[in-house]
Each structure stands twice: as C-alpha cells, then as structure tokens.
C-alpha cells in the first residue's frame, strides 16, 4: 500500500526538514489566487499537480485537495488520476482521530498536539471538518480562528472542510485528503470530527488511533455517551482538568477506567485507558502522544497496524462504491420522474414505505 518499509515510521526522534517559505499553515479551499485575476487561473494538468503534491507545494496541494472535493466529472476524472499515480509513492504517516462532546476543546487540543510535535521536527495536517448546516450546506469553518498558532507554523497545513452532512462529522472525501497529505510528506495527520455521536466507526476506518475527547464536570459523564463511541476508542482523554475542575476530572478519569475494563478494547493486544489533561494549558499533551507512540510501536510489532491499513483500504472501496450508487440512484431519469410523487404518497399514509422503495429501485434498474 505504501513503501513503509522503506521508510521509518515518524516519531520524535525522527526530523523532515520544514516546507520552505512562510506560507500560512491555513490552507484555505483554493479558489486560483488571492486576487480576481488569479482566479482565472488555469486548471493545473494531472503532471503539474502530482510534481507539486510529492514537492511539498502547499498551494498546490491546497489545489489538489479542492479538485477531490469537486463534484465536476471532468475534476474527478482528473482527481483520480493524481491519487492513482501518487499512491505508490505516498509516505508513511501517523492518522490520528480526534472526536468528543461539543465544547471538549478538540480544537484546542489539536493546536496544543500539533504545535508540540512540529517543535519535534514533525510535519502535522490537520484535516478539521466543520459542521455543515442541513438546510443549506454551509458550514462555519470556525478552526480558522481557534487555531492561529498551529495555522501560522510553516511545519503545518490546515484544511477546514464542511462535512455535507456526512454522518461521523468527516467530509466524503476526507480519505482523499490523507491520502495527499501522506505523498506531500507529513509526519502525522490528526482527523478532528465535527463529534455529533453519529457513526464515528466511520472515522475509526481511516485512522490508526481513535481518541474521544470528553468533559468532567458537566452532570453524569457517563450520560449521552454511548457505549459503541467507547468500544471503538483507543484511549479517552478529559479535557480541561485544571483550576476547580481538576478533582473532578481525576474522578470522572478514574470512573472511565472501570467501564473500559469491562469493555472489549477496541484494538487486539492494546488496553484502552482515559487520561486527563488541560490542552489550554498544555498540561498533558505531550503524555497522550506518548500514549500513541506507544500504540503505534504495539501494533506494528504485532501486525495490528498494517492488517487494520489494509482492512482501511478494502473498506474505503465499498464505500466509494455505495456513494456511487446513491449518486447514481439520485440522478436516475426514472426514480427523479416518480420520486416527488412518492414521497407524498408515503408522507400522505396512502403508500406503504415498503413498497415506494420497492417502485423506486424497479425505477433505478430500468435503462
């Protein structure tokens, strides 16, 4: 899947050489160039965009990752293309997933981990998904302004995507994007989640270490949290234990632990814990990135890592393959002529939902 065996695996002994320039760590969605001319800046060729993307460019990365984003049939024909030849020499990198309650302070802690591991000598991207609205698709990409330290580092990229509504808080092409921050040479990419407690198996596909961000304090902390969100965890983290709320936070560490031992770890061989830390502060961090090293050097003994990367890989297909269908299903002449129809027939109780689908895939089969 990658040429890791030709290459050590990142840790904080191991330095790349920063890009260089002081471009701004945060990479917005590229639109051609910051002025009115620029954005009639011409499409770059499939050459031009693999050559920049394994430079190190970040403007043409930032360029590569919006082609994936676009739903252009002319820029994922052109899309694919890139990912395809780049594969082969994309580089060995650490994926981190980082989900939580609302107000956890992922973002802060994001900034606190990557800050830290780029005074290492790492490159760190940061793939921070914001949450899209459901009525019209916008989203707040407020990480454009919680994270001005990291976004400032030359040894940072940040990319604020909207999730479209994704369930488990991540964008479509989320996968894409790891996949080009990889061939552009970062060390670590840490996934941080919109964390609305929905399908978060879906960011644990694409990751090698999950951590769920949680709070003490704030009522039962066992409350809202759902047993499947623990179960896929690598480790738990509550935030913001400092000042009045260190005890708490030491207590709710403490109760967390005894449900995680009688819960099934979510990796063979690794013994999921909760820690605390104070990511304002930077009390903690740089322990729970010891906690990963430490994973990562586990299971790559084992197998673990390179058997749950290529399980990873067989699962993004079959995933790409029902979005494709959907799409497909969605544009088909026949389902748009009866869909309206249907929907108020179902809405209406005149027509059973069971038999609107069956109407509806007879549609999608049809030439």
């Known amino acids: 899947m990658s040429d890791s065996k030709k290459k050590p695996r990142p840790s904080a002994l191991h330095v790349r050489p920063g890009v260089e320039g002081g471009h701004d760590g945060m990479d917005k969605p590229f639109t051609g160039g910051s002025t ?57 990198s650490i994926r981190v997933g980082i989900t939580g309650v609302p107000g956890a302070g992922k973002s802060t802690l994001v900034e606190a981990l990557g800050t830290l591991l780029t005074s290492r000598g790492l490159r760190v991207a940061v793939t921070a998904v914001d949450p899209s609205s459901s009525r ?30 994704t369930l488990g808080g991540v964008a479509r092409k989320t996968r894409e994007a790891i996949l080009l921050f990889e061939a552009a040479g970062y060390d670590v990419i840490l996934v ?15 990751v090698d270490f999950f951590l769920l961000v949680l709070l003490a304090g704030a009522g039962d902390e066992l409350q ?81 890592h390179a058997a749950r990367r290529r399980e990873q890989e067989i699962q993004w297909m079959h995933d790409l393959v029902r979005s494709g269908l959907e799409d497909w299903y969605r544009a088909h002449p026949g389902v748009q002529a009866i869909l309206p129809t249907l929907e108020i027939e179902v809405a209406e109780g005149r027509l059973p939902a069971t038999s609107a689908a069956r109407r509806l895939l007879e549609a999608f089969q049809k030439k």
């Open 36 to 92: 009115p001319e620029a954005g009639r800046r011409r499409q770059l060729s499939a050459d031009e965009l693999v050559a920049g993307v394994l430079a190190g460019d970040r403007v043409v990365l930032a360029r590569a990752i919006t082609l994936v984003e676009s739903a252009s049939a002319d820029h994922q024909a052109l899309a694919q293309e890139v990912l395809t030849r780049i594969l082969p020499r994309r580089r060995e």
């Open 136 to 165: 019209t698709g916008g989203s707040i990409l407020g990480d454009k302004t919680r994270m001005e330290k990291l976004a400032a580092d030359p040894n940072a990229f940040i990319r604020p995507s909207p999730s479209g509504g």
């Open 192 to 206: 941080e989640t919109v964390g609305v407690g929905q399908s978060e198996a879906l960011v644990r596909s694409m």
């Open 224 to 304: 809202g949290i759902k047993r499947g969100v623990m179960e896929i965890a690598d480790a738990i983290l509550v935030n913001k234990a400092d000042g009045k709320h260190a005890i708490a936070a030491q207590q709710a560490c403490a109760e967390f632990d005894r449900v995680l031992h009688f819960l099934r770890p979510a990796t063979e061989g690794w013994s999921t814990r909760a820690f605390t830390a104070s990511a304002l502060r930077g009390q903690g961090v740089a322990e729970i990135w010891t906690v990963v090293e430490r994973f990562i050097a586990i299971t790559g003994e084992s197998g673990g």
